[in-house]
């Protein structure tokens, strides 16, 4: 797709952001399987289930700006896949790898909130003000999913040290 003005930039902007949370959802799932901790697999489970409704939420902007999502590339996700099976093989005791995979859960988030910061200035550009709503909307559950990995990596320390005092 040659990209020709403003909307064809939002349109391969945002076609590339619903093809990332589709595979971070995959990696998710990945990540979740390899998990120990209960409540970091449910804190997981739970982030891909809030992916689900943001895919829809994507898929919802497309049908209003009357455009299909275009393919993307994946190369990020994979490599970042690749890295994480690799160093999480080497990581041996488990709470060290409960905070890794928070950790990398984490930086998966981080990459989706630059974003969707770029996609609602976009949507302006574009007017699509309804569009930039759903956006800024998807926006905001990445930065509340921020906000709760870093309290249950504070929690999973704080376990960590209450277990080594106990011994």
Do not use: W
Not at 36 to 52: Q, T, Y
Not at 121 to 129: E, K, P, Q, V
Not at 151 to 159: A, D, H, K, S, T
């Amino acid at each position: 797709m040659a990209i020709q003005n403003p909307k064809d930039v939002f349109v391969k902007l945002l076609s590339d952001v619903r093809r990332r949370e589709e595979r971070s959802s995959e990696i998710l799932e990945e990540i979740s399987d390899l998990c120990e901790n209960a409540a970091v697999k449910e804190a997981l489970e739970s982030r891909i289930f809030l992916k689900g409704q943001i895919l829809n939420t994507l898929d919802r902007c497309f049908a209003l700006i009357g455009r299909e999502p275009i393919p993307s590339d994946t190369r990020l996700q994979d490599v970042f896949l690749e890295h994480f099976r690799q160093e999480l093989a080497e990581i041996k005791m488990p709470a060290a790898r409960n905070l890794y995979i928070l950790a990398k859960a984490k930086h998966l988030i981080h990459l989706h909130v630059g974003e969707y910061v770029a996609l609602t200035a976009m949507a302006d550009i574009t007017n699509h003000y309804g569009v930039g709503v759903m956006l800024e909307a998807c926006l905001a559950e990445n930065l509340a999913l921020v906000e709760r990995t870093r309290r249950l990596i504070r929690r999973v320390v704080e376990g960590e040290i209450a277990n080594r005092l106990a011994a």
